[in-house]
Each structure stands twice: as structure tokens, then as C-alpha cells.
């Protein structure tokens, strides 16, 4: 802004980048200059539409960068500003007279300004939303990652005691040894001294309520050692007994809370004697 031409201030004026001195003598010149008024109503509305342009908010620097962007960009000279002749007097417009057809440059400032603004704050919605995308993508892949780990270790359990219900059955000292439970249940329980191990084979197990589960335990001299778990669903199951039969006499089964117990906490259903 000069102090000579006020008519230049519009967009400083409507952007709050006029220093208190510059912005009081425009405001005078404002109050008489209807070409201004108009002006200044018009870049109002249009900052006014910056609001509307996007649901993403801006960071705070922004509104600090383009009032400095304002604050450096020099203002076009008035043409007849240029060329004047100094021997030739030339009346001055009234101050209120609208000059037809004159662009002004705040006008384009303005405007440059907000479609630089919202191309802006288009870019800040397009980049949260492929950071979001990303990390949606990052958190499904590493679900997947987790959920093939625990695959592959249930497989490699699953073939390891394949592998050693095999060495039991094809053992040279197998034997298999069958008992009735209390509960009208048929348990078998096949085992080899040689390869220290055995599996428990049960048919005929009535469901348990929630919460509770079959316990398999070894009878070393009367004191059960924890032998494994068995699901709470009916039916037949056989599953690899935990541990090894050491001076095991016989395997016992009962009823236990989920995950079991160290010691059993009811009556065993029964007991499967391991003779040679």
C-alpha cells in the first residue's frame, strides 16, 4: 500500500496484513470510496468460501504463510501512475468514480490465493485418507501374518504327535489296555514302556456344561501327575497324553475347570491300569 493510492489495500485490508497506521487511514478512505466498499464485499465473500471447501482442517501455519505470502507480494502500480507527464494536468477521479472494466490486482490475489488454498486442503484429505488406507492395509496384513504363524505351529504340533502316536503303535512292547468309567464311557489307553509314551482313546463322553473340560492324569504310587486335557464336547476323542509314562500304573480321568488344575479338584471317573 503508498500513502498516495489507498485504492490498492483492498486484499491486505480484507486479509488483516495492514499494519494498525496504514489500516486506520484506509478504513477513513473506505468510509468515502464506494468503489472500495464494494471491493472490500466482495473479497469477503470470497475468503468466506474458503471455509466451505473442505471438511479437513488446515494446519495453523497456513493462515501465517499466506498473510507473509500477502505481506511480500509488491502491488501493481496504477497505469496513469506510470505515464504521467509533467507538463500535462490531469483532474483526478472522484474518489467514489468506478473505473469500468479495471482489474484489481487484490481481486486476483485473493482469488489466486484461494484456489491455492484449496488445492491445498484437498491435498491434506487426499493424504490422511491413503495414510488411513495404508494403515488399514498394514494391520490386515499383519492380522493374516499372525493367523498363518498359528496355522503353521498347530500344523507342526498336529505332525508331531502323529509322529509319536506312530513310534507307540508300531513299538515293539505296545500294549493296549481298555476300562469302563462311572459314567458308562469307554477308555482305551494304548502305551509302549520302550518310547515312554501313550495315547488315551475315550467314546461314549457325555457333554460338560460350560466352563469344564476331561483331565487325563498318570498314577505314579497313587499321586496323579497332569497327563493332558480333553475338549468338553461329546462323543469320541483320542488325543497323545503329555509327559511319560515313567513308573505311571495307570491312567485316570476327570472333571476339571477349563484349563485345568494341578491336582484333581473331583471324584476320577476312573482309572485304566497300565500292565506289561
Request: proline content about 8%; hydrophobic content about 40%; glycine content about 6%.
Amino acid at each position: 500500500m503508498s500513502a498516495a493510492d489507498p485504492h490498492e489495500s483492498s486484499g491486505a485490508y480484507v486479509l488483516h496484513a495492514l499494519p494498525d497506521g496504514e489500516r486506520r487511514a484506509f478504513e477513513a478512505h473506505l468510509a468515502e470510496c464506494g468503489q472500495c466498499q464494494e471491493e472490500v464485499a466482495e473479497l469477503r465473500a470470497t475468503t468466506a468460501l474458503l471455509g466451505q471447501l473442505t471438511a479437513e482442517h488446515p494446519p495453523e501455519s497456513l493462515r501465517d504463510q499466506v498473510l507473509r505470502k500477502v505481506a511480500d507480494t509488491p502491488q501493481e502500480p496504477r497505469p496513469h501512475a506510470q505515464e504521467a507527464q509533467p507538463h500535462t494536468q490531469e483532474a483526478r477521479p472522484h474518489p467514489t468514480a468506478k473505473v469500468p472494466g479495471r482489474r484489481r490486482p487484490a481481486r486476483s490475489l485473493i482469488l489466486a490465493l484461494a484456489a491455492s488454498v484449496a488445492v491445498a486442503l484437498v491435498c491434506l484429505g487426499l493424504a490422511g485418507w491413503q495414510h488411513q488406507e495404508a494403515s488399514d492395509a498394514k494391520d490386515h496384513a499383519d492380522r493374516v501374518e499372525a493367523q498363518a504363524h498359528e496355522v503353521q505351529a498347530q500344523a507342526h504340533q498336529v505332525e508331531a504327535e502323529q509322529k509319536n502316536v506312530t513310534k507307540v503303535l508300531t513299538a515293539s512292547d505296545v500294549r493296549l489296555q481298555t476300562q469302563v468309567l462311572s459314567d458308562g464311557a469307554t477308555a482305551s489307553v494304548t502305551f509302549s514302556r520302550s518310547e515312554g509314551s501313550a495315547t488315551l482313546a475315550v467314546s461314549g463322553l457325555p457333554a460338560l456344561p460350560a466352563g469344564r473340560t476331561y483331565a487325563a492324569w498318570f498314577m505314579e504310587d497313587g499321586t496323579p501327575v497332569p497327563a493332558g486335557l480333553l475338549s468338553g464336547d461329546p462323543g469320541r476323542q483320542v488325543t497323545l497324553l503329555e509327559g511319560t509314562l515313567d513308573d505311571a500304573t495307570a491312567v485316570a480321568l476327570s472333571v476339571e475347570p477349563d484349563g485345568g488344575s494341578p491336582q484333581p479338584t473331583t471324584v476320577p471317573l476312573g482309572a485304566v491300569p497300565l500292565t506289561a
